[in-house]
């Protein structure tokens, strides 16, 4: 993953950007971005998913007609439409697919926006020729930044503004969940928990929770009460978007252990510690 030298600094800078220059992604990062989903290896489950880019050009600003986002994106200059098919945590491994490239483009300098929710299925699923057994469980907004100065301040904004994200006390454990893991008794092991924390996720739930058992990190899902359980989204095909956040957690995590010179492995072990009466649900381990 040469690319994603400073992997640290990249998930510092990324902010979910909303409005875009009205203007195309330039054709040099638009290649470099294509190349990088065209090589990207599958997830850490095994699950690969197929990423399009799908991008106004100066010759084509058509391209993106009929995909609608609701209203809550203006001017995308483009679109990061994955598809997959269903398999064993396939969705936390779009998470970690999705989340590399989201960072690739912040290498780039370009604004993007995960979508989980808010865009028309249909229509994005016909614009990559989606076959029947495909679904596409997000998609990103794409392009330039309209102001990289003010996107610096925002990056400033949210470094004070702290309580954007749960404190460390709710997020790591050390042993069971009854002992909060600060981030002087986690050592070296404080910046990839650090980038976990500050990661994107669905209407900024931060489901992650991370228990340290020695040489094992255990990665734990709180599910978000009313999150997953109401019909309608599911009705509408919405994936179970708080698995593409703990995909996006061990991307980050991961990333930043390979960027430091920490070395490991996921792992799914049997559990021997329980979620001692909170609802947490274990999705995986890193060893080191
Ligand atoms: C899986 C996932 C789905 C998301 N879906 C949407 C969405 O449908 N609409 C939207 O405006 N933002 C969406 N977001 C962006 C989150 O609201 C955002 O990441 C969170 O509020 C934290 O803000 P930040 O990304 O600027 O750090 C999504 C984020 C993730 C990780």
């Known amino acids: 993953m040469t690319e994603l030298l400073e992997i640290s600094k990249l998930i510092r800078e990324r902010f979910s950007c909303r409005v875009y220059r009205d203007t195309p992604i330039q054709e040099t990062k638009r290649q470099a971005l294509m190349e990088f989903m065209r090589t990207l290896p599958a997830g850490p489950f095994g699950s690969m998913a197929h990423f399009s880019l799908v991008s106004a050009t100066e010759n084509d600003s058509q391209a993106l007609k009929g995909l609608g986002t609701y209203g809550f994106i203006q001017n995308p200059t483009g679109f990061i439409i994955g598809t997959m098919q269903e398999s064993k945590n396939d969705l936390e491994d779009f998470g970690y697919q999705m989340e590399q490239i989201i960072l690739f483009a912040t290498s780039l300098q370009l604004g ?25 469980p997000a998609v ?3 392009g330039e930044i309209i102001d990289p100065g003010e996107a610096r301040q925002g990056l400033l904004r ?11 006390e709710t997020l790591f454990f050390d042993g069971d969940f009854s002992q909060p893991l600060s981030p002087e008794a986690a050592g070296t092991w404080a ?15 931060q489901p992650w929770r991370v228990v340290k058992d020695g040489n094992q990190w255990h990665f734990f899902m709180q599910r978000s009460k009313g999150y997953r359980e109401n019909t309608l989204t599911r009705f509408l095909g919405v994936a179970d978007i708080q698995r593409l956040d703990m995909g996006i957690a061990m991307c980050h995590f ?6 430091i010179g920490l070395t490991g492995h996921w792992a799914t ?3 021997e510690i329980g979620p001692s009466g909170n609802q947490a649900e274990y999705i995986v381990t890193w060893e080191n």
């Not at 989980?116 to 679904?135: H, I, L, N, Y």
């Not at 949210?158 to 460390?168: F, V």
């Not at 991961?254 to 960027?259: A, F, K, M, R, V």
């Open 254 to 259: 991961e990333l930043t252990c390979c960027e």
């Open 191 to 205: 910046t990839p928990l650090e980038m976990v924390r500050i990661g994107p996720s669905g209407s900024n739930k």
């Open 269 to 271: 072990t049997p559990l």
């Open 140 to 142: 990103t907004s794409i």
């Open 158 to 168: 949210r470094q004070i503004n702290a309580d954007q994200r749960l404190p460390w």
């Open 112 to 136: 993007t926006c995960w979508l989980g929710g808010s865009f028309t299925r249909s229509a994005f699923a016909r614009k990559v020729e989606a076959g029947p057994q495909d679904f596409i």
